[in-house]
């Protein structure tokens, strides 16, 4: 009974079940041969199941026979017996797809089905969304690589990733990258979960694919330039290093910035133009702004201008004051006050801003005149095909974080709108894909925010502009509900919190099912593939970033692809 | 068969049948099959039905009542009350299957035999042969059977098949037997678990 089980040996029997209640598979040996979360294939008639094991269940025909075990009455060989027809596993299988495979193919029908599929009255069979259930009695298998590669691909197709591995057979899983870029992505796990070595990998893969240009909002310098594990201790390579400058390119934050001692290849710097009174609004939370910042912004914005009025309020003076004739104490003319006093605006509402903005105004990456339009430039090279690391250096801190990359942000969805435009008006080329990486994303995406950044367009509507989110996140359920639902696909970890669980999984079919295996994935080790860029919910080992990846990425261009190895999967010996 | 020194011993006539079972009439000098042992019962036609010995029944007669209060019978009187009793000793004989034309079958005769049909003890050739056909079907007889002790009658039918079977080269038989009798039982689990124990004791005598 605890023997290894072979290629396309039955695991079990369906004994009931429903669409709503999932599948019950009775099965045939211990269960210890499935684990949760494994691929698990039905055979029905013409039709083959496909689905994943949520849970397993120990089950007895009487419970008498559970509660005293046999062996304590009978003989070692009869209490065997008796327990084989008494006790038995229910594994529980949350069914996800369905394939019309067609009579037998040395039946008298299959002649007929075949020619009816190739003079086209019939469609080719493809995967499609449960709407119906296996049989009773209809046999369970564990998934060999050929029905992997049925539902998730090909790993020699080109557009195929592979993310990681079957958990009981090491079939490789694939990601298709046409697809993910298609829609905004999130890769999510409690702190310690791999998340960072799993979206340099998935951002390894996206790079050589090559299909969209990648701008990753590096806030820890993590991925452009080579790290060092925490755990481990290794050497872990970042982008740049994989890749080479000529298509990864680490932007560095400030005029003299340098990346844990290494020069970028250029920098980022902001000139006090670019400051938009949204950009300051935005940092409201961060800058404990108060309910009259938006009027005394646009004040600032009437009487000084839209391009100046930075400069002008950052020079203005607070407390400054002159003294009269008549020996009384007056607002200076260069004063926040004067200004106010000049423009309608309660004083001391401007004075309190023009305090809180003065951890801007000390920014030293924000320069009166940058020495070029290093934002312009970054974005040029991104329209170029280029794939950029920006590394915020020593400006860790949330209000640099989200300063800049909103800003950043709301310039390239300006250009790609723009471009986009063009090309539907027939005046421009197809703008190429942007995929936008967000780390610690709940801090630009939560409930409050939200509303306010370019990041809650791109994510509900910038894929019509050619621009996508990859976010990534320790604390899903912080994230707004509406930009969470338009996730295409999600790459979860562990998750310990059921608020973050129940965020991951929020839109899905089937999430009661797959909320305990999300709480019991091993760290550092498993994924839940899951959303509408992967066929069905799969749980994966996911793929070591390791020197081995690397040479997988530059000698086969088909990381993690074995030929060998799938040949002998798919036929055997 | 024919070569099985054990095959048409006749143990006794029948008294009584139904279609279910029947009672056989024996002496006790006549060397009867043990309880739980398979016999036959040629009906003509070639058709002959199978049985278990269910029960064996000793009843007493006028003499008897006298004798068994005497102090001190002699050993001549005790031998001549068995040989020469008037009261057969009765075997009970449960159904379990018949032959017809050749063909083993775990169904109830079509007919019950007729009184004074002769009653064979089957040897092991006939034991293997029967136990053998079909997939042991023949079992629910037994432990369908009301008002029997269902266990001590499976427990000894299996040891004396079991041991045919053995003997015969079939050291699996007794497994399967098990299985069938689990199948049989597994819903009922106060009448199945004592079953099971008889049968553990069946499985150390047969040593397998």
């Known amino acids: 009974m605890s023997e290894p089980l072979h290629q396309n040996e039955s695991i079990g029997i369906v004994t009931s079940g429903g669409l709503k209640e999932n599948l019950h598979v009775r099965l045939n040996g211990t269960p210890q041969q499935v684990q949760e979360g494994s691929f698990i294939v039905i055979d029905s008639q013409d039709w083959k199941f496909y689905g994943i094991a949520t849970d397993l269940q120990l089950q007895s025909i009487d419970p008498r026979y559970a509660l005293e075990p046999s062996r304590a009455r009978l003989p070692e060989e009869l209490a065997g017996l008796l327990d084989r027809q008494t006790l038995y596993t229910n594994l529980v299988v949350l069914p996800a797809l369905m394939l019309e495979r067609g009579p037998e193919p040395d039946s008298a029908d299959y002649s007929a089905w075949r020619r009816a599929i190739d003079s086209g009255d019939k469609e080719e069979p493809r995967p499609m969304p449960v709407k119906s259930i296996p049989a009773h009695h209809a046999d369970a298998f564990l998934a060999g690589a050929g029905d992997v590669a049925e539902i998730f691909g090909k790993p020699e197709d080109e557009s195929n990733f592979v993310i990681g591995y079957t958990r009981e057979q090491d079939h490789p899983v694939c990601v298709n990258l046409d697809k993910l870029i298609q829609r905004s992505s999130g890769i999510f796990g409690a702190t310690g979960s791999g998340k960072s070595f799993l979206t340099r990998m998935l951002l390894a893969g996206l790079i050589d694919h090559n299909r969209a240009s990648v701008l990753v909002y590096d806030m820890h310098n993590e991925y452009g330039l080579d790290d060092t594990a925490s755990d481990t201790g290794e050497n872990v390579r970042g982008l740049r290093s994989g890749f080479g400058a000529s298509k990864v390119q680490v932007v560095g934050l400030g005029g003299s910035a340098t990346i844990r001692g290494s020069a970028p290849d250029f920098n980022l710097v902001l000139g006090y133009s670019d400051i938009l009174p949204e950009d300051v609004e935005l940092l409201t939370r961060e800058l404990n702004l108060k309910e009259t910042t938006a009027t005394v912004l646009d004040a600032l914005v009437q009487s000084l201008g839209k391009d100046k009025w930075f400069k002008a309020f950052k020079a203005m003076k607070r407390g400054a004051t002159e003294t009269t004739d008549g020996d009384k104490k007056v607002p200076a003319p260069d004063s926040v006050a004067f200004w106010a006093n000049q423009n309608g605006v309660n004083v001391m509402a401007a004075e309190g801003l023009h305090d809180k903005l003065r951890r801007l105004f000390n920014k030293p990456y924000i320069v009166e005149n940058p020495p070029a339009d290093s934002i312009q430039a970054l974005v040029e090279a991104l329209k170029k095909g280029k794939h950029i690391v920006l590394s915020f250096g020593d400006y860790e801190s949330d209000l640099d974080y989200l300063l800049v990359s909103n800003l950043l942000t709301r310039r390239i969805r300006a250009e790609w709108e723009q471009m986009t435009n063009e090309f539907r008006g027939k005046n421009g080329s197809e703008p190429r894909p942007l995929v936008i990486v967000v780390e610690e994303a709940h801090k630009l995406l939560n409930r409050e925010m939200a509303a306010q950044t370019t990041f809650s367009t791109i994510a509900r509507e910038m894929r019509k502009y050619y621009v996508t989110l990859l976010v990534i996140d320790q604390r899903p359920s912080q994230i707004y509900d509406e930009v969470m639902s338009q996730l295409g696909t999600r790459v979860c970890g562990w998750l310990g919190d059921e608020d973050d669980i129940h965020a991951v999984l929020s839109g899905l079919a089937g999430r009661e099912a797959l909320r305990g295996m999300l709480s019991r994935l091993q760290a550092k080790e498993e994924v839940l593939l899951l959303g509408w860029g992967v066929p069905m919910p799969i749980l994966v080992h996911s793929r070591r970033y390791d020197e081995l990846f690397w040479q997988d990425i530059k000698t086969s261009k088909k990381a993690g692809f074995d030929q060998a190895k799938v040949i002998k999967n798919l036929y055997g010996d | ?208």
């Open chain 2, 1 to 208: 068969m024919a070569n099985d020194p054990q095959v048409n011993v006749q143990v006794g006539r029948l008294l009584r049948a139904n279609t279910r079972a029947c009672v056989a009439g024996c002496l006790p000098s006549q060397n009867f099959p043990p309880f739980g042992s398979l016999v036959s019962i040629d009906l003509g036609q070639e058709i002959s039905a199978y049985g278990l010995v269910s029960d064996i029944h000793i009843d007493d007669d006028g003499l008897v009542r006298q004798l068994v209060t005497t102090p001190n019978i002699s050993e001549t009187v005790i031998q001549d009350n068995r040989v020469n009793r008037n009261v057969p000793v009765e075997l009970s004989v449960l159904f379990v299957g018949h032959r017809s034309a050749g063909v083993i079958s775990h169904r109830l005769p079509p007919r019950p035999p007729l009184s004074l049909d002769r009653v064979r003890a089957c040897g092991e050739g006939d034991v293997c042969a029967f136990t053998s056909a079909g997939s042991l079907g023949y079992l629910r007889f037994i432990l369908e059977a009301q008002d029997l002790p269902a266990a001590d009658l499976l427990a000894a039918h299996l040891l004396q098949a079991g041991r045919a079977q053995r003997d015969h080269g079939d050291e699996q038989w007794f497994a399967r037997a098990i299985d069938k009798v689990i199948t049989q039982l597994r819903d009922d689990y106060v009448r199945l678990m004592p079953v099971l124990e008889a049968l553990a004791d069946v499985q150390r005598e047969l040593g397998i």
